[in-house]
């Protein structure tokens, strides 16, 4: 069977990240064969820093290669879904950034590709890897939290006019949304891993901060199919950079690291109700083995999964299901109306989620 993969990462910016923290680490599963990238210079220093002997501008010259086994998606959003679908139709297996794509219809076109495809398709979410946030979870797939009660979701960081002087950021045809779509994706990502599907929400938007098209202050409030609730909020606008997540179930209640762009990497704060609780998660973590976090142990596990030793550790229907999320809670911020997923082929915001006055006639 084959063990070394050779990918192509096409877009240089998270995707020279997606090297240092991802492949590079993993040198005995993968190895970066080719760069793509519009801009040579953007380019061409990080191929020699890392020795990547391929350099291409043009994305169809790297699907021809044969000998390449994985395309790795680090594009401006609105260029994910060609890309994905082209990829999955060459038959390569496909890492993409977030957002998969730009509506509900496009996942679904996309998931039906991947089925015919012999190629597999992960999404990236890669704050869901790390000791903090893998314990959680633990605990929680134990059955030692018991029901989920109430949690909320912090996404307080700062974005200002040079991150939007990149021309794609900021617009609805191109960044596909603000920080619900962009930013906070993530850490909503986190919640429903960990307290389950959401049935209900009342979202509300904002633009405050910027001068943008696309909003930077988010706020819902939400009922699971479990009966828990949670509430999240969200804004580029925050003198201090935290992401936050504290939940609170029958048995525990857990706070997350408050590192903006790593809240699963050190141990979350546990706080069992009672001695029992206590001695319970202590026998399940005893042992514990260190989880690296983010792209290290995401592309470590893609490998396993692609030499049929583990389930995809993200899959396609865990984008859905954050792209059915950020669907409701636009739909609800211009209805004004309560939000019930999920969300089929029928509801008025499948094909997209832009609003309407932003909208191409
Ligand atoms: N997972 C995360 O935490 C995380 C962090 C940052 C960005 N992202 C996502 O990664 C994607 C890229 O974001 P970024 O910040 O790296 O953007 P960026 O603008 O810094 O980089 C994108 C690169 O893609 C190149 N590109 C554009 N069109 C191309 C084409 N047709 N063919 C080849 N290359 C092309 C551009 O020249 C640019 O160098 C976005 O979807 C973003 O949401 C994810």
Not at 214 to 241: I, K, M, P, R, W
Not at 262 to 268: A, L, R
């Amino acid at each position: 069977m084959k063990e070394i993969f050779n990918v192509a990462i096409i877009g240089c910016g998270i995707g020279r990240s997606h090297i240092v923290e991802g492949y590079a680490p993993n040198a005995d599963k993968f190895r970066v064969l080719a760069l793509c990238d519009l801009n040579p210079e953007r380019m061409n220093p990080i191929a020699d820093e890392f020795g990547v002997p391929r350099r291409e501008t043009e994305f169809d010259a790297v699907l021809a290669m044969d000998d390449i086994d994985i395309i790795d998606i680090c594009t401006p959003p609105m260029l994910h879904y060609p890309m994905v679908l082209a990829a999955l139709r060459a038959g390569k297996h496909v890492i993409c950034e977030k957002p998969l794509v730009g509506s509900l219809a496009q996942v679904d076109e996309v998931i039906a590709e991947e089925k015919k495809s012999k190629g597999m398709l992960m999404p990236v979410f890669q704050y869901r890897f790390g000791d903090g946030i893998e314990q959680a979870k633990a605990i929680i797939d134990a059955g030692i939290a018991g029901k989920p009660y109430v949690g909320t979701v912090e996404t307080l960081w700062t974005r200002g006019p040079d991150y939007y002087a990149v021309p794609w950021r900021g617009k609805w045809a191109t960044e596909l949304g603000g920080v619900l779509m962009t930013h906070a994706i993530h850490q909503h990502d986190l919640f429903t891993y960990l307290m389950g599907d959401i049935k209900r929400l009342f979202g509300r938007v904002a633009t405050r901060v910027n001068d943008i098209e696309v909003e930077d202050c988010v706020t819902a409030s939400l009922e699971l199919e479990n009966g828990a609730l949670g509430s999240f909020t969200a804004t580029l606008g925050s003198a201090q950079e935290i992401t936050r997540l504290r939940l609170a179930f029958e048995n525990v209640t857990f706070e997350s690291d408050h590192e903006p762009y790593n809240p699963g990497n050190k141990p979350w704060t546990i706080l069992p109700r009672n001695a029992e609780t206590r001695e319970k998660i202590e026998a399940l973590l005893a042992g514990w083995q260190h989880v690296p976090s983010r792209f290290q142990t995401q592309m470590a596990r893609f490998h396993a999964a692609l030499t049929g030793q583990a389930p995809l550790p993200v899959t396609s229907a865990d984008s859905r299901r954050a792209l059915e999320l950020v669907t409701a809670f636009y739909h609800s911020s211009t209805t004004h109306e309560d939000v019930e997923l999920p969300l089929g082929t029928e509801h008025p915001r499948y094909s997209s989620w832009v609003p309407p006055q932003f909208q191409k006639a």
